[in-house]
């Protein structure tokens, strides 16, 4: 006789697959509120202290760990030294184990109880599927719901090569999902007792999809999410979103979605925005986000803070846009687009745009990776800003220097942003001195034909001579944030006043590499 092992917490589902496998003839076994609710849906049950003759101990922490459950589990069908050994102890085989474990993530979420969080961890269901999963020749091992069909298909079919090869990959889950469960736990008690910085840190994503190749086409490559972000985030409404694809869409809603509510449009090239602004409405502030580096804009990525209407889609289509991310998008802007073929256009199905608040970042190196809390621009960050100019920024420009200091957080290391009326009208960004970083947006917006005149600028880090200032004056930057911090502050000071120019210290450095 065949026996099926089911201990869920997650009952969704359970009984009905239950109902199914006492029909195909597996006898079961169960534990407390599984058993009761197989009890009481009509299925002849057998608990699992009455199949091991041992009750349950230390208010249910130790019940399936047991010689007669795990042997039952782990000896080898074919193994006749493993079958005598099995015929000798009493020990019955147990074909199938259902599991899915203690809900610990969902208990942190919900309580500091540090007693409550312990008890949640657990220990048996991690046992069993390791224990079915190891023996998976043998034994069919469930952890999720949405195997149920599939596994009830193949035992109908009873075909061998089917079962095995659907019971490998049932192994491969099992050992996936005990290796999470374990890893959020370590990075749990890490975060809980050494400020989430332990000696082992566990990195763990769910594969959402393969990208028809990495950076370049001889790389593999794929899209791996922390919890269900992109699952519930994102919607393909056209084409299919690159590896490089990803990069600039995470650093297009990064800079979009900064602002709130605000009508802010993003367009990103190479990880980099080459163009923003927030204007009246999103039609508005695409036009002027545009006229940044109408060059760079071609094929590169936008990001709409706001919903994409029929409108902005006819201008957006006058060019050529490779992807847009949108909080969400009506049909006729869509049909817009509908012949295009290479536009490869997605949605949040949501107001505006929403970041996922990783509260840390990490980046791989040779031999390893580095990591770090997430960076971002604080709130308050300009508002507790330090006046070291003589001159005081207006209104106007108050708000552009807010705009331009969240650009420059979010754009590689050494750059300048510099902002007009709500739109950005230069950058330079990734360069090795920050002087020419100044001098190659300057150029930038001389080809485009831009006035910087009465502009703003924003540096994420310090500038170390006073250069950058000159370079500021010549094109008629009004006000200027930087953190400070260079031994040279003073020199940098003189020439804010020499110029009439504000200049502000916020002390916080925004380093992107």
Same mark, same amino acid.
């Given at each position: 006789?065949?026996?099926? #092992?089911?201990?869920?917490?997650?009952?969704?589902?359970?009984?009905?697959?239950?109902?199914?496998?006492?029909?195909?003839?597996? @006898?079961?076994?169960?534990?407390?509120?599984?058993?009761?609710?197989?009890?009481?849906?009509?299925?002849?049950?057998?608990?699992?202290?009455?199949?091991?003759?041992?009750?349950?101990?230390?208010?249910?922490?130790?019940?399936?760990?047991?010689?007669?459950?795990?042997?039952?589990?782990?000896?080898?069908?074919?193994?006749?030294?493993?079958?005598?050994?099995? +015929?000798?102890?009493?020990?019955?085989?147990?074909?199938?184990?259902?599991?899915?474990?203690?809900?610990?993530?969902?208990?942190?979420?919900?309580?500091?109880?540090?007693?409550?969080?312990?008890?949640?961890?657990?220990?048996?269901g991690p046992s069993l599927l390791r224990a079915a999963a190891k023996n998976y020749k043998d034994v069919w091992v469930l952890c999720d719901k949405f195997d149920f069909k599939a596994?009830? @298909?193949?035992?109908?079919?009873?075909?061998?090569?089917?079962?095995?090869?659907?019971?490998?990959?049932?192994?491969?889950?099992?050992?996936?999902?005990?290796?999470?469960?374990?890893?959020?736990?370590?990075?749990?008690?890490?975060?809980?007792?050494?400020?989430?910085?332990?000696?082992?840190?566990?990195?763990?994503?769910?594969?959402?999809?393969?990208?028809?190749?990495?950076?370049?086409?001889?790389?593999?490559? $794929?899209?791996?999410?922390?919890?269900?972000?992109?699952?519930?985030?994102?919607?393909?409404?056209?084409?299919?979103?690159?590896?490089?694809? #990803?990069? %600039?869409?995470?650093?297009?809603?990064?800079?979009?979605?900064?602002?709130?509510?605000?009508?802010?449009?993003?367009?990103?090239?190479?990880?980099?925005?080459?163009?923003?602004?927030?204007?009246?409405?999103?039609?508005?502030?695409?036009?002027?986000?545009?006229?940044?580096?109408?060059?760079?804009?071609?094929?590169?990525?936008? $990001?709409?803070?706001?919903?994409?209407?029929?409108?902005?889609?006819?201008?957006?289509?006058?060019?050529?846009?490779?992807?847009?991310?949108?909080?969400?998008?009506?049909?006729?802007?869509?049909?817009?687009?509908?012949?295009?073929?290479?536009?490869?256009?997605?949605? +949040?199905?949501?107001?505006?745009?929403?970041?996922?608040?990783?509260?840390?970042?990490?980046?791989?190196?040779? /031999?390893?990776?580095?990591?770090?809390?997430?960076?971002?621009?604080?709130?308050? @960050?300009?508002?507790?800003?330090?006046?070291?100019?003589?001159?005081?920024?207006?209104?106007?420009?108050?708000?552009?220097?807010?705009?331009?200091?969240?650009?420059?957080? #979010?754009?590689?290391?050494?750059?300048?942003?510099?902002?007009?009326?709500?739109?950005?009208?230069?950058?330079?960004?990734?360069?090795?001195?920050?002087? %020419?970083?100044?001098?190659?947006?300057?150029?930038?917006?001389?080809?485009?034909?831009? %006035?910087?005149?009465?502009?703003?600028?924003?540096?994420?880090?310090?500038?170390?001579?006073?250069?950058?200032? %000159?370079?500021?004056?010549?094109? /008629?930057?009004?006000?200027?944030? +930087?953190?400070?911090?260079?031994?040279?502050?003073?020199?940098?000071?003189?020439? $804010?006043?020499?110029?009439?120019? $504000?200049?502000?210290?916020?002390?916080?450095?925004?380093?992107?590499?």
């Amino acid at each position: 006789m065949k026996r099926a #092992l089911l201990s869920v917490s997650d009952k969704d589902e359970i009984l009905d697959f239950a109902k199914e496998l006492a029909n195909l003839g597996f @006898e079961l076994l169960s534990t407390g509120g599984t058993y009761k609710l197989l009890k009481e849906g009509g299925l002849e049950v057998l608990e699992v202290s009455d199949f091991t003759q041992s009750a349950e101990l230390f208010e249910g922490r130790v019940k399936t760990l047991h010689p007669k459950i795990h042997g039952g589990i782990l000896y080898k069908r074919a193994d006749e030294s493993h079958k005598k050994q099995a +015929q000798e102890a009493e020990i019955k085989s147990i074909d199938l184990v259902c599991v899915n474990l203690y809900p610990f993530k969902q208990t942190t979420q919900k309580t500091q109880d540090f007693d409550e969080i312990v008890e949640n961890i657990d220990i048996g269901g991690p046992s069993l599927l390791r224990a079915a999963a190891k023996n998976y020749k043998d034994v069919w091992v469930l952890c999720d719901k949405f195997d149920f069909k599939a596994v009830l @298909e193949s035992l109908k079919k009873n075909d061998e090569e089917d079962c095995l090869n659907l019971r490998q990959k049932l192994m491969i889950k099992a050992f996936e999902h005990t290796a999470s469960y374990d890893a959020f736990i370590a990075n749990y008690m890490n975060e809980r007792f050494k400020k989430g910085f332990g000696d082992t840190k566990f990195i763990v994503g769910k594969k959402c999809f393969d990208t028809k190749y990495g950076e370049n086409p001889h790389q593999k490559g $794929a899209l791996y999410e922390f919890e269900d972000y992109f699952t519930k985030n994102y919607k393909t409404l056209k084409g299919e979103a690159s590896f490089n694809n #990803l990069n %600039d869409i995470n650093a297009a809603l990064s800079l979009a979605s900064s602002f709130g509510k605000l009508p802010a449009v993003a367009i990103v090239k190479h990880a980099n925005p080459c163009g923003f602004a927030i204007k009246e409405n999103l039609l508005s502030s695409y036009i002027n986000a545009l006229k940044c580096d109408t060059v760079s804009a071609y094929g590169g990525v936008l $990001a709409i803070n706001g919903t994409l209407d029929e409108a902005l889609a006819k201008k957006i289509n006058e060019i050529y846009i490779e992807l847009i991310i949108a909080a969400n998008v009506d049909e006729k802007a869509l049909k817009v687009f509908e012949n295009k073929k290479r536009i490869k256009i997605f949605t +949040q199905n949501t107001d505006f745009l929403v970041p996922a608040f990783d509260k840390y970042s990490f980046k791989h190196i040779n /031999g390893g990776f580095v990591y770090q809390e997430s960076d971002f621009v604080a709130k308050n @960050e300009l508002e507790n800003a330090k006046l070291v100019s003589l001159r005081k920024a207006d209104e106007r420009e108050l708000k552009d220097l807010e705009i331009a200091l969240k650009i420059a957080a #979010l754009s590689k290391s050494n750059n300048v942003v510099y902002v007009k009326n709500g739109a950005m009208v230069a950058i330079g960004m990734g360069m090795t001195s920050r002087v %020419d970083a100044a001098k190659a947006a300057i150029s930038k917006a001389k080809d485009m034909g831009l %006035d910087l005149e009465g502009c703003v600028l924003a540096s994420e880090a310090f500038f170390p001579f006073r250069d950058s200032i %000159d370079e500021a004056s010549k094109v /008629g930057v009004r006000a200027i944030v +930087q953190p400070g911090g260079s031994i040279r502050d003073d020199e940098v000071i003189e020439a $804010a006043n020499q110029y009439g120019i $504000a200049l502000y210290f916020t002390g916080v450095r925004h380093f992107l590499h």
